[in-house]
């Protein structure tokens, strides 16, 4: 089992950026490709980004190419996601995850097994 801690999150102008890491615990974090999702009041948990185990791939939801990059770093069991220039309808909470065995594809939510608590972003206009 994995357990995941985000944290980074916060209160920021449009603009502004941020960037948020994804803590995990045990010893099998390089095993795991991970990605991150948010969610908005009122919608659907939506993909951001995934990046593979080695990190040398990455896949970005089009809403953020070009302005977040999603990175990590194997030995401190650590994912990172830099989010620049953030716009108002980045306002979100954040949530890292692992991706489980299963055929769903990258950018679904089923697709992902352990979850963290989340992070608050909010972007003001």
């Known amino acids: 089992q994995v357990q995941l801690v985000e944290s980074g999150g916060g209160l920021v102008q449009a603009g502004g950026s941020l960037r948020l890491s994804c803590a995990a615990s045990?010893?099998?974090?390089?095993?795991?490709?991970m990605g991150w999702f948010r969610q908005a009041p009122g919608k659907e948990r939506e993909h951001v980004a995934t990046?593979?185990?080695?990190?040398?791939?990455?896949y970005y939801a089009d809403s953020v190419k070009g302005r977040f990059t999603i990175s990590r770093d194997n030995a401190k069991n650590t994912m990172y996601l830099q989010m620049n220039p953030l716009k108002p309808e980045d306002t979100a909470v954040y949530y890292c995850?692992?991706?489980?065995?299963?055929?769903?594809?990258?950018?679904?939510?089923?697709?992902?097994?352990?979850w963290g608590q989340g992070t608050q972003v909010t972007v003001s206009s």
């Open positions: 995850a692992t991706r489980g065995i299963s055929s769903y594809s990258d950018n679904d939510p089923r697709a992902y097994a352990y």
């Open positions: 045990g010893r099998t974090f390089s095993l795991y490709t």
């Open positions: 990046i593979s185990r080695n990190g040398g791939n990455t």
